[in-house]
């Protein structure tokens, strides 16, 4: 099917019942790309935006896992995008967002023109049948999204999409939400969640060099790993009944909540692979891994 042809049967979607739909159904009408080989998830503990521009051990591990990998796509659900309603970016240029202050010239200098890609964006609107995506050219990539990427894909040269974190919706709708992405893996789509699973910024003691954790943030880091090895997803949707440690780590949810999209694509047969295994700034888990 020719492109502009592929775009039209789009818009024709809206008069379709996709109540009774298949998946299949679904899959023939909105993914008309490529048959790959399944792309891993990433959830990546992105951390301080200077890992951005500085050389360090995060930022060389970004850079050997994207020297591995070859998406066509990448699509990022980032802490820092939340919203009444879900958004996907839908612009051709995408814009890089500075989305803090109080951090050096230089890490306002970089930028990251990675093209968009309107064509994806309509397939995800048309692929995800609850709750309805929209699209928006208001927004672009928040530091979420490129502080990881700089170093990860640094010729920015694949086109880039962003989800937003619904506040409409509870963690158990996300995590459901986040499943019906599953088609776009083997359709060349980078999935990646890009948060912290420990993130409590009023406990960081930023000036000390290597702060000893806090023992609340090494407890919930270490369950949130043994929930993860167990595959027990219901409990980490659940966290607020996780405990103490739990509430200390989570003081707010944004930074958590990109995991839960992250490991409801895990299949079966998949395995986990930890990568950053460490803390910053003493309240910030920088844990992160791939599924594959």
Request: charged share 20%; proline share 7%.
């Amino acid at each position: 099917m020719k492109r502009s042809k592929f775009i039209q049967s789009l818009g024709a979607l809206g008069a379709l019942s996709l109540t009774n739909m298949t998946l299949v159904d679904l899959e023939n009408l909105a993914l008309n790309l490529p048959i790959t080989e399944k792309m891993p998830v990433l959830f990546v503990g992105h951390g301080n935006p200077m890992n951005a521009i500085e050389d360090n051990e995060f930022s060389r591990t970004w850079n050997s896992i994207g020297k591995e990998l070859k998406p066509s796509y990448i699509l990022c659900i980032s802490a820092h995008w939340e919203s009444k309603g879900t958004f996907v970016t839908g612009e051709q240029k995408p814009k890089t967002i500075h989305d803090f202050g109080g951090f050096p010239q230089a890490l306002f200098n970089a930028q990251y023109p990675s093209p968009g890609s309107p064509e994806l964006a309509k397939t995800i609107q048309t692929l995800v049948t609850e709750p309805k995506i929209h699209l928006t050219d208001k927004w672009g990539l928040d530091h979420g999204t490129w502080s990881v990427l700089l170093p990860m894909f640094p010729e920015a040269n694949i086109p880039v999409l962003q989800m937003s974190l619904d506040r409409n919706l509870s963690p158990q709708k996300m995590y459901d939400l986040a499943k019906q992405l599953a088609p776009l893996r083997k359709k060349g789509v980078l999935i990646i969640g890009s948060g912290n699973i420990v993130h409590n910024l009023r406990y960081a003691r930023i000036s000390e060099a290597n702060p000893t954790p806090y023992d609340w943030a090494l407890e919930f880091d270490a369950l949130s790993k043994k929930l993860i090895d167990q595959r027990d997803h219901q409990s980490l949707i659940n966290f607020k009944n996780l405990g103490s440690a739990a509430n200390m780590s989570i003081p707010t949810d944004e930074h958590f909540l990109p995991l839960l999209y992250t490991l409801a694509l895990q299949e079966k047969s998949e395995n986990i692979q930890y990568f950053n295994e460490t803390m910053a700034f003493g309240s910030g888990s920088m844990r992160s891994f791939i599924i594959s």
